[in-house]
């Protein structure tokens, strides 16, 4: 390919006014899907490309998931209330929630990371102490690094490898009608905890206390700041023998993510709201800010939560697991997606999640 | 673990001027070597962490080679001057080198991507495209994303999974005395086509001309905006039947490239001045500039070319390949690390590469 210098032009950002289609009305999920459309695959080695939790590999009788997040400062963190040893550890912890919510183990991570001058040594220092403690506490080893210098912000990618039994690996597809939807653990509390962050720095900036108040909350900023990942909830189904229909982890929040499981299932949905799973910590804190515990379960993200659909059939293998909530069931496509008021009443959900225009 | 807020303090970074540790001290060869120094393995499956161009993992009969790299604006490319197309092409590219480094063949990439809100759709297609090219060209599948917002800045983290024959991967680390340094290609262009951009660059912006005047420089500007990486030597050495002792890709300059190689192999070196091969165009602008071409080669990086060592029993596989050419050869330790002057003096190499005082 030749290289024509002189039909380029150069080009200068901040004259860049046009109208063209704009990325903030496609959202993320539309924009990737956008952006990928015209991908092609060229070695057999590739089983699944882009469009789950990991990407599938096949190496030998070994299949092999890989799969890749970047977080910003600014946008996935602020770095004036999380800890770099917290940073690190939730920054592996929540790519190792991928590979589980494939049904696989994580073996392996690389870090890229840029950071910019403020970041001194030691805090780099607690940044990877963080890692080392979730790859020592899961399992999995820290193989691959590059470290620059970022001229703003600081910036974590890191790619996760793991590994799944043949056959086992599920899929976001694979929910059938009347299958049992179940999450793990309970919902919203990563969310409220991000409220109450977001407060009490602002208080704090304000000058108006010494030092926030975080005392009796530490479960939801545990939530938000140390999440873990459920390498428990898969050994599970190792020693139980289930294999869900479909999975997913509970990134965006509730909504998104069975939006996810139904479109890519081409079904709909039946949630029951009392059914949610909701810890105390969480509607107290709720009830303090003065909206619904509901609002943080479906839209607030960031619970790393498995959430996984399972055959009728399998219903005595999860019901009385304390671990796992059956909230709700898979329905044919065409009867929609809903939840289910204790009032019976159906209101529709819709798809949130994190979307540029708020970011 | 108990997560104790009350034990935590809010970090104000701007307040934080203690005289601890410098990052900029270190550099970042040794800033990875501090950072990684405790890190500890648990899986049978890895085989080599942090160290090389890519870790080598071992699933079923196969060895797989992974490799991350971090590409951020203001630090790695300019948009002012790089068009988002070749931007894609070479940041997959850079990656896809690193697995030829190794002796390995790349066969899949993920990419994690962050940009600020001056980055337009279009402009991402065109990003995407020069990924997808340079996919379709070396034969790699894109398998994995993950898109979002930065608050400043683009960000582009890539992750490289590749594949090689067992007993065919090459490390940095094998080297020995008397075997041949080699590299591919022609080196300092991209150094000298940086050079040129910045130039016109300063120039376009203090208003003096209307469009840059790149004409006449399309290898050394391609070897900065749209380098190629080296499948072609790689083929060439399963052809021939030659496994190099050690091999590294020219990312940080030939200084800093044979110094991993020493270092690593326990080892010294002499590189002869008049063998390294510099091309036409790179002389001509190091000779605008001022600058003696050699600068370019040891010091300059981007090159992207195998700088690789072979034992002097396979002389014969490679002293005709007009794509090869010998520089030198492997020395004792305690030689140290030379390079002679066609005048027949010694000049002791330094370390040069990236340095974060310099970023």
């Known amino acids: 390919m030749i290289f024509a210098p002189q039909s380029r032009k150069y080009v200068h950002m901040e004259d860049d006014k046009n109208t063209e289609k704009n990325i903030s009305n496609l959202g993320e999920f539309g924009l990737i899907e956008h952006l990928t459309k015209n991908i092609q695959l060229y070695n057999k080695s590739t089983k699944l490309g882009v469009g789950d939790d990991a990407a599938v590999l096949k190496y030998g009788s070994n299949e092999i998931l890989i799969s890749s997040d970047l977080l910003t400062e600014g946008i996935h963190f602020d770095l004036i209330y999380s800890p770099l040893k917290h940073l690190g550890y939730k920054a592996a912890v929540v790519n190792f929630s991928d590979i589980y919510a494939m049904n696989g183990i994580p073996r392996q991570i690389t870090l890229a990371l840029a950071v910019s001058q403020k970041i001194k040594l030691s805090m780099l220092e607690e940044f990877y102490s963080g890692i080392n403690l979730a790859c020592e506490k899961y399992g999995v080893d820290f193989v691959g690094g590059d470290t620059s210098t970022s001229l703003t912000g600081m910036h974590i990618a890191i790619t996760v490898v793991g590994e799944a039994k043949k056959g086992k690996i599920t899929f976001r597809k694979g929910a059938k009608t009347n299958d049992l939807i179940c999450v793990s653990g309970e919902l919203g509390g990563a969310y ?17 206390v010494e030092q926030p108040i975080l005392e009796g909350h530490s479960y939801i900023l545990e939530k938000q700041l140390k999440p873990e990942a459920r390498k428990d909830i898969v050994q599970l ?29 081409d079904s709909g949905c039946k949630i029951y709201a009392e059914k949610i799973p909701i810890h105390h910590e969480t ?6 800010f003065n909206i619904d515990p509901l609002i943080a379960a479906f839209n607030g993200g960031e619970d ?13 293998k999860i019901s009385n697991r304390p671990e796992i909530t059956i909230i709700g069931y898979i329905t044919d496509k065409q009867e929609g997606k809903y939840m289910v008021t204790k009032e019976n009443q159906l209101i529709e959900l819709q798809a ?8």
Chains 1, 2 share one sequence.
């Open 283 to 288: 509607k107290k804190m709720a009830d303090e």
């Open 352 to 359: 949130q999640g994190w979307d540029t225009t708020k970011a």
């Open 237 to 265: 189904f190792e020693t139980i023998d289930l294999v869900p229909t479909a999975m997913i982890d509970i990134s965006d929040g509730l909504s998104s993510d069975i939006f996810h499981i139904c479109k890519q299932s």
């Open 304 to 316: 790393y939560e498995l959430l996984f659909t399972v055959s009728p059939n399998d219903f005595d």
């Open 192 to 208: 409220m905890g991000l409220q109450l962050l977001e407060r009490e720095k602002k208080l704090f900036l304000s000058g108006n």
